[in-house]
């Protein structure tokens, strides 16, 4: 999996950074994901080397115009592009009806299938909000002014390595023979033997896992929806030392982001939806942020406008295979 920032400010926009909005590219699914969508973020669609023909799904944490705003215009593009298969869309109950609302008085005409998913059943029951062949997703509430839902993506595990030597030793012919083996199953060749695929294929490779949580104040439920994580993306709106203020606008300083990392033990955090007032110049300046939650959690990154991060899950260690080639087949 791949994530791209298209928006790492918060409240509004600056020079150098648009509102929410947060791309994760499935190149196995040839699918892009979006996680929120703040004013612009078609432009920055554009600006990107990501394909928004490729847009597939859009999951919205609330309904503050900084992750909103920009979703009406995006949706009507996709109309016009003519070419959209169709989006599902999930996040609050109230969602639908801004988008109905502002579609209809704007006279705009969606000419896809637009799916509406309320994700606040999963997330207070703890069920997963989407299962698909290779992919789940989990949501969970947030503590935040409205209500606000945090997003949990796992790629489900994968068949170990295939052993093309190996195979070969075995005289086994490249071919089709070699996509079922590959899924671990038994296949009998022509000769009449029977190849335990399991058998040349390394441990099974866990998938990646990401964690989008914004916006809210420090909470369990996010430590938990967070636990082994291979990245968590978290909003670090304010410094340390506006802790008081965070809490009144129900937001998360920088060590409460570090916090979270922490407990939950993740292998990465990246800090994003920072406050304006940390711009570059300014008495405390977005280094400063990361200074901070990495005095925490070291392994933190500070996201960026089109930062992208490679997130792959550690590789098992090679399991120790017989010597002798028959032990592929079948007794």
Request: aromatic share 6%; charged share 20%.
């Amino acid at each position: 999996m791949q994530v791209t920032f298209l928006g790492t400010s918060s409240g509004v926009p600056t020079r150098g950074r648009n509102v929410s909005a947060v791309a994760l590219r499935l190149p196995q699914r040839a699918e892009l994901w979006l996680f929120d969508c703040g004013e612009g973020t078609q432009h920055q669609f554009l600006r990107s080397d990501l394909r928004v023909s490729q847009l597939r799904r859009i999951f919205v944490t609330h309904m503050h115009g900084d992750h909103v705003f920009g979703l009406p215009g995006l949706l009507a593009s996709l109309g016009l592009a003519g070419t959209c298969p169709g989006i599902d869309l999930y996040g609050p109950d109230r969602l639908r009806d801004f988008l109905e609302g502002v579609l209809h008085t704007s006279s705009t005409r969606i000419s896809y299938p637009l799916r509406h998913h309320r994700v606040g059943q999963a997330a207070a029951s703890g069920t997963a909000l989407l299962e698909l062949e290779d992919i789940s997703v989990r949501c969970t509430p947030l503590t935040h002014r409205v209500p606000a839902f945090a997003y949990r993506v796992d790629q489900k595990p994968r068949p170990g390595r295939f052993d093309v030597a190996k195979a070969r030793q075995l005289g086994i012919p490249p071919g089709p023979i070699y996509a079922h083996l590959k899924q671990g199953v038994s296949v009998t060749l022509e000769d009449g033997r029977i190849i335990n695929g399991a058998s040349l294929c390394g441990p099974e490779r866990p998938g990646a896992s990401v964690v989008y949580c914004t916006d809210t104040v420090f909470c369990e439920a996010a430590v938990v929806l967070a636990e082994g994580a291979d990245l968590l993306i978290h909003e670090s709106t304010f410094a340390h030392a506006e802790a008081e203020l965070a809490f009144a606008r129900q937001h998360s300083t920088t060590t409460m982001a570090a916090q979270t990392a922490l407990a939950a033990g993740v292998k990465q955090l990246a800090l994003t939806h920072l406050s304006p007032r940390y711009m570059p110049g300014n008495a405390v300046s977005p280094d400063d942020l990361l200074a901070e939650a990495r005095s925490i959690f070291p392994d933190t990154v500070l996201a960026r406008d089109f930062l992208s991060i490679d997130v792959l899950p550690e590789e098992p260690e090679p399991a120790a295979t017989p010597t002798a080639p028959e032990a592929a087949l079948s007794p």
